[in-house]
């Protein structure tokens, strides 16, 4: 290995077997035949190649040896308990949990977030301890981190920050509430929806979030988020910004596979005018998430695929 430019060699040293300068990584050496002999330098950076790659495996072998993943599960079974938790996964991915998700959560009341480890609390008062160091919490915390860093991409940074500063998830009485350290409200821009071009029946323009609860309700064919607080979303009109608060929310799949997403907003219209009239206090949306593909046989013929959501079901695996 030569330098084109000798000026800018830093040897300083000399060869025992010649005169030629040695620069202080034994590869600098413009003058010397010995080290610079054919194939010498290459044979040289092989080496060290070698050895960085043989030191790192070391490391790491050495450091699994040390922190091996452990798998962690209650000490003992809970028959019956909350299914809460359970439901509000089932509604907001739209999809059955797994069976190791349902061992998991069942008769759970809380699941609290310190650092990067997860704690489990059961009705039982039986407390469950998910380190990043065992598999389940190794993937609760990359399902999480998953969950941020879509919200972030799709939502802005906003976004991103109340998914990061979430401490618990609490089933108190009746109600599931959140909570999450930073501001007491935020402002989530849901312009990015009419980029992607989903079905959406209403035109949003931006969400404000403030202290999130809610109710889960599993008296129908499938769970549903019902009598939410804490989520207003703002609705462009043609002349106006209309504030509407969401009250209600469900995913599913319908007979035909087609998932389905309902959600009802607060009725702007006063109450008194509501009773007077006759009008439900909520209004109801109902939409199909389109597929990829219409026709099968026929890759082609696509509809505009709605992008993936991540929900808390990416936190089981």
Known sequence: ???QDRSTCNA??????CSARIG???ICAPDCRHLNGPGQAVHFCSLI????LATSITIALAAQAQNPNKEVDWETAIAGGPRDFLDLIQALAGRDPKPETVELLQGVTQIARKGDSFELTRADQSVLQLAPDSDRGAKWLEGWSKIESTAQEDFGDTAGSFIRNISAITKRGSRIEIDRSGPSELMVDLKTLIKKKLPIPIRL?????GKVSLQVDSRGSHPALKDIEGIRVYVST???VLPLDLKEFSKWKNGDGKKMIFFAIKNPVPAPVRSFLG???NIPFTFALPRKHDNTNDPSE??????????PQDLIH
């Open 302 to 311: 696509t509809s505009q695929q709605a992008p993936d959501v991540n929900t």
């Open 279 to 281: 009008i439900p206090p």
């Open 12 to 17: 300083r040293r000399q060869c025992r077997r």
């Open 238 to 240: 043609a002349a106006i």
């Open 24 to 26: 202080k990584s034994r």
């Open 205 to 209: 323009k931006s969400a404000r979030i």
């Open 49 to 52: 190649f070698f050895l960085a």
């Open 1 to 3: 290995m030569r330098h």
